[in-house]
């Protein structure tokens, strides 16, 4: 599991490691570059002063060379006689180039200096070895502060980090605490700008999820307020039939039993079709896919064709419509149709007529219904999406008589909540035949471009 709390300390830490690694090797380049440059002065400045010999001198012979023990001393005269040298602990080359210059020895680089004094060469020179051990101990003289300025500042920038984080620990405590039919917005009052959107979205979610478990409570309340008729008239229904006292009367039991069934089979279907339409449950993981709007529209008239000819209904398709394509999942699409087709029957009277059409309008994939009937005035046309709600109307009862069976308000609110998932919009107007025109604007998608191309 990735903490941030772990990786902002670990980049810290990394940070300032690199730092101060960094710029200890460039203290420790400097003092290098000063330390050479000061032995190379004290090499010239001890050549320069020692005394030259006339004769050979006897090997380490003593020489006040201010506890110098690092250094060695060689002095040649001008036939290549070596004079005096020093120790016996390093070998000094035999020739040397005046001036400085670095040799190489069996005992490691030297760096000498070579003068001509009176005739006699005098030669100093110091083991680079040397010169790096007293490069690096002044080096780490110089590096301890700032390897003790490390240790503190990664101190700091866990204290720093914690001090950071704080806020996201406040509000998991908030949410933490919380039941689960807390949904109340947390407060961002205090909290960095850099939590303040995170915060803002969250609380948008908590009022979705409020206003979702508000509908679903809404829709359980009224679902069960709906169920509650209908299972009561079959109760009715199974004592009258259990009191029928001839045939006749039991036939007529039986009849008025079968419909109750088929009008509460047909409302706890409408109730479950509604369910699935709900944000969060299987329909929302569907896939959409190319439909054509058309083909789906030829089939629902197929469909209901039967049941409009049965009550003196003239249910037709425009002939002669160009295939539209839409991104969408087919089932729901054709509940859709299907429901706004059935609504359109159901309030149309006998001999009235109903038409589909589905097409293009403007480069936008459009689904539109017209039937004869009533129609619904305008201060209803946005309450009839409300579930089971109904236009009170003395006409609307005959003509549910008239189709079979009364609706149970879920059509609408079934096709609406279809649309918002396809990013549609469902309009109600008038139509030319006198009753409703159900209008369903689809989004314009690139299949639809490909088309009218």
Known sequence: MRS???????????????????TAGFVYRDIRSRTDDLLDAQLRQLVLTVPAPRSPMLYDSPFDRNGQEDIVIQMWDERGVRLYHSTRRWRMPRLAQLGFATVETPDGPLRVYSALRDGVVVQ?????????????????????????????????????????????????????????GSLQPLDAHDLPDELQPVVGEMNALL??????????????????????????????????????????ERTEGLTALREGVARMNALVG???????????????TRQFEPVDLVELARSAVVEFATIAHRHGIDLGLAEKLDPVSVEADAAALRTLISNLI???????PAGGRVDVWAGLLDEVPVLRIDD????????????????????????????????????????LSIVRRIAERHHARVELGDSPQGGLRATVRFQRSETTRSQRA
């Open 207 to 248: 009022q979705r999820l409020d206003r979702a478990i508000g509908e679903q409570r809404s829709f359980v309340a009224d679902a069960a307020h709906e169920l509650r008729t209908p299972l009561t008239a079959l109760q009715l229904q199974i004592g009258a039939l259990s009191a029928a006292r001839d045939e006749r």
């Open 4 to 22: 941030i709390r772990r990786n902002l300390t670990t980049a810290m830490l990394a940070a300032i490691v690199l730092a101060v690694a960094l």
């Open 124 to 180: 100093a020179a110091q083991p680079i070895a040397v010169r790096r051990e007293v490069a690096a101990g002044m080096a780490a003289r110089q590096v301890l502060p700032l390897a003790l300025l490390g240790v503190a500042l990664a101190i700091l920038a866990g204290v720093i980090v914690s001090r950071g984080l704080a806020p996201l620990g406040a509000v998991r405590r908030a949410l933490a605490h919380r039941t689960p």
């Open 372 to 411: 004869s009937g009533p129609g619904i005035a305008a201060e209803h046309r946005d309450r009839v999406f409300d579930r089971f709600y109904r236009v009170p109307s003395d006409e609307t009862v005959e003509l549910h008589s008239a189709f079979g069976s009364a609706g149970s308000g879920l059509g």
């Open 342 to 348: 059935g609504n359109a029957l159901r309030y149309t």
């Open 270 to 284: 409408q109730l479950l079709t509604l369910a699935r339409q709900e944000p969060g449950v299987g329909a929302d």
